[in-house]
């Protein structure tokens, strides 16, 4: 059987027809032609939509709806309690990796929801689009709660990667110092960190693309503030990365430029008397 996709913008699926995948103008077309239905939105409000077009859908009896986007674990629960209401099942597998990672099948899945459901999804995930599987057992919170776990590591070591940057630079220590210990001691992923900054991904050119973009990063920083405060604790760190990140979105110099969840860098920057794009970034833009 053939996968049937969709996309808000349907040509960024046209590299799956080689694969034999069809597309579809709407998400109720897919959920009504499929028995596994897999989603990843960029943010709640869209999950929710679509949970509401597969169940518009038609009868959705007997089949599983997988989500793979990170969202707050309240609204997994909500959208779970939906579908499960409609006949199906829903399982919450936010995935860590990048759009790399993706096209490797290198992701990572945490997944959780009925046993059933999962089964069914289970030739779809490990060794196919993921290198491993984290099984968070049948409350779909817990999954989403994992992934905000991640994130928090995440846009913190990006915070204070991004300090340190700017501490090399302003006591003459120098960035590719910096790099070149933090590679050595921390190894490829923090390395890879550090590469968004000074290769300029922070701030890709004004027709470029952002490799996560900043939007998406502040919306996973506020997940994981709520989170804390509803637990009855606190992210310091994340507060400082969400304060830059917003601050780095409205620097009047950006004129509509795309920017990374690194994009924090710029406005550390910016706080220690220097530029917001960094002479990297001027001299790609000079170049074009």
Known sequence: MAVIQTNRTLSRGDSLKSLGAVSANTVAEVASKSDII?????????????????????????????????????TSVDVGKQILQAGGQFVAAPV????????????????????????KMAPYLKD????????????????????????ICVISFMEVISEAHVFAEKTGLGCATLENMLGNMFGPVVESYSKRITTGAYAPAPDGKAGFDVRLAVKDAKHALNCAKTAGTRLEVSEVALRHMEEAMASSELDGRPLDSSSMYGAIRKEAGMDFFSDVCKQMDSAK
């Open 96 to 119: 860590f990796g990048a759009a790399a990672m993706a096209e490797a099948g290198k992701l990572i899945f945490v997944i959780a929801g009925p046993e059933e459901a999962k089964s």
């Open 38 to 74: 897999f989603s990843c939105v960029s943010n709640d409000a869209v999950l929710q939509d679509v949970a509401k077009d597969i169940i518009a859908s038609g009868s959705i009896e007997g089949k599983v709806y997988v989500d793979c986007s990170t969202v707050h674990p309240d």
């Open 128 to 151: 196919v689009m993921g290198r491993s599987v984290m099984d968070m057992g049948s409350d779909v919170s817990k999954s989403s709660l994992l992934k905000i776990a991640g994130n």
